[in-house]
């Protein structure tokens, strides 16, 4: 009774919305359940999802059928995930110090970034 959790893959496109549901078992992983609901050609406008009624019936009715325990992932599309090098330290670096110059340096290129959004 220890992997009771589904697992759910949610990836809303522009013209549908697919989910899958596995259950960790003794053997792998077993199928639970499959979705796919279609959805109007704008769902996705310029690659920023837009609310609809049709969208929000969908998810509720697939809220519906899932179980309490379950554990959603959902799919972005590659173009609106933020992927950037860091810059290395000029010195090596140990933890805590390590842990320190890495939120500070991605507070700075998020920081550049959200600043550049709005302009």
């Given at each position: 009774m220890a992997f009771q959790t589904w697992q759910v893959g949610l990836d809303i496109q522009n013209t549908q919305l697919c989910a899958l549901a596995i259950q960790r078992r003794c053997g792998g992983w077993q199928l639970r359940r499959w979705w796919q609901?279609?959805?109007?050609?704008?769902?996705?406008?310029?690659?920023?999802?837009?609310?609809?009624?049709?969208?929000?019936?969908?998810?509720?009715?697939l809220k519906q059928q899932l179980p309490r325990r379950s554990s959603l992932?959902?799919?972005?599309?590659?173009?609106?995930?933020?992927?950037?090098?860091?810059?290395l330290p000029t010195q090596r670096l140990q933890?805590?110090?390590?842990?320190?110059?890495?939120?500070a340096a991605a507070q700075r290129l998020f920081s550049r970034r959200a600043g550049g959004v709005g302009a």
């Amino acid at each position: 009774m220890a992997f009771q959790t589904w697992q759910v893959g949610l990836d809303i496109q522009n013209t549908q919305l697919c989910a899958l549901a596995i259950q960790r078992r003794c053997g792998g992983w077993q199928l639970r359940r499959w979705w796919q609901q279609e959805l109007s050609q704008d769902t996705l406008r310029n690659g920023v999802l837009q609310s609809s009624p049709a969208l929000l019936a969908a998810l509720r009715k697939l809220k519906q059928q899932l179980p309490r325990r379950s554990s959603l992932r959902v799919a972005l599309p590659d173009r609106l995930l933020l992927q950037r090098p860091l810059p290395l330290p000029t010195q090596r670096l140990q933890e805590p110090e390590l842990a320190r110059y890495v939120t500070a340096a991605a507070q700075r290129l998020f920081s550049r970034r959200a600043g550049g959004v709005g302009a």
